[in-house]
């Protein structure tokens, strides 16, 4: 969780604890009158409604108790299909999901790297690219997300294809 006092994560996490939801991640972008305080919350059935409600009780919270200086925008939302990963959880949660990785330096010859997420340690991760395992530490990722892929729906009177 980045830019943000742990003291906000703590209060965060422990008022969506109680609602036995996670707090999937917490982040400060932007600057000056356009900070944005992005708060991810992971769960079983968050819908909209649902959404809006966490965010007027964490608006009614931050307002009493926050950290924060200046002016933000609060944004409260779910990690969604294609969702970052920024902390082994996020990569533990993962594991069996196709995801695509960009890295630092060159890993096996390349930079970008799709396919399943098979472990998940502290350290960093195994994915199995075209068959071939490809070990890639944590210190080495730029950036990574799962992919979601459209299934097509077969047109109808056509049996869907099988593999």
Do not use: C, N
């Amino acid at each position: 969780m980045s830019d943000v006092p742990s003291s906000l994560e703590e209060l965060i996490g422990d008022y969506l604890g109680a609602e036995r939801l996670e707090l999937d991640d917490l982040e400060m972008l932007g600057q000056g009158k356009g900070r944005v305080l992005r708060v991810v919350i992971d769960g079983p059935e968050i819908g909209v409604d649902h959404l809006a409600e966490l965010s007027r009780g964490i608006s009614r919270l931050l307002d009493h108790e926050s950290d924060l200086d200046g002016s933000y925008t609060l944004e409260v939302t779910s990690p969604g299909l294609e969702r970052k990963l920024r902390r082994p959880a996020h990569y533990r949660k993962s594991v069996g999901k196709e995801i695509t990785v960009k890295t630092r330096t060159e890993v096996e010859g390349l930079r970008r790297h799709e396919g399943i997420l098979v472990v998940s340690d502290d350290d960093g991760m195994v994915l199995d690219v075209d068959g071939e395992s490809r070990r890639i530490e944590f210190d080495q990722v730029r950036s990574a997300r799962t992919v979601f892929r459209w299934e097509r729906a077969p047109k109808p009177g056509k049996k869907a294809a099988r593999s």
